[in-house]
């Protein structure tokens, strides 16, 4: 079985450019997250979808971040435009029916410069 | 809101056991989940405790009370391969599920 995928792992850009992550999650499993996790930190959830319904984005900066999960598979998030703070790891979890087994991809490691 | 407290870093030695505690305060708390996280990899899934006591998992064990809001992850027999970030994470009805800020460990030969 394949885990979740995600792609790019890594990504450098300029402050107030775009960027944009991708992830697939493990066939079938409904419930699909994102997180952000700093340097020496826990993850801190940034959206979960139930299918494609966004469930909980209440920790999502939605006046620069966005997400989108088409036909309730694989999942985008948005970030525009990146401000330096923004650099972290982004996780992509995935989930069958037990939120409290999770099942991360490898995460997109951004630097914003 | 909920809030997590786990020590910040913990040291021991090849062969010995080791507990990593976590305490809690959350409304609405159904379960306690533990996550290992190596350097530069993924959370991976430990172990998880809906209710009071010790649950088993080879080496791993985790226990739970719930009036003390605290709960514990022990690791026997430990190996190098055990050094990692460990994340305690709360379940919480009709809310997200909150990760501790982690405990590193440091296993010494």
């Known amino acids: 079985e394949a885990g979740v995928v995600q792609s790019p792992r890594y990504k450098i850009i300029e402050k107030k450019q775009p960027v944009a992550f991708w992830c697939n999650p493990i066939s079938g499993h409904n419930t699909l997250y994102w997180y952000l996790q700093n340097l020496g930190q826990g993850p801190e959830l940034l959206i979960r979808?139930?299918?494609?319904?966004?469930?909980?984005d209440s920790q999502l900066p939605k006046d620069r971040f966005s997400a989108e999960r088409l036909k309730g598979v694989d999942s985008t998030l948005k970030i525009q435009p990146a401000e330096l703070g923004d650099s972290a790891v982004y996780l992509c979890?995935?989930?069958?029916?037990?939120?409290?087994?999770?099942?991360f991809g490898p995460g997109t490691r951004l630097t914003v410069t | 809101g909920q809030s997590l407290e786990q020590p910040s870093e913990v040291t021991a030695v090849e062969g010995a056991i080791v507990q990593i505690n976590c305490t809690y305060q959350t409304s609405g708390f159904y379960g306690l989940s533990w996550y290992q996280q190596h350097d530069g990899g993924a959370p991976t899934f430990l172990s998880y405790n809906g209710l009071d006591g010790l649950e088993e998992t080879g080496r791993f064990s985790s226990f739970l009370s719930r009036s003390d809001s605290y709960g514990y992850l022990l690791l026997q027999e430990l190996q190098m391969k055990d050094s990692a970030s460990y994340f305690c994470a709360v379940s919480v009805y009709g809310q997200n599920f909150v990760f501790g800020p982690g405990t590193r460990l440091s296993v010494l030969p």
């Open positions: 979808y139930e299918n494609e319904e966004a469930v909980d």
């Open positions: 979890a995935s989930s069958l029916d037990r939120q409290y087994e999770q099942y």
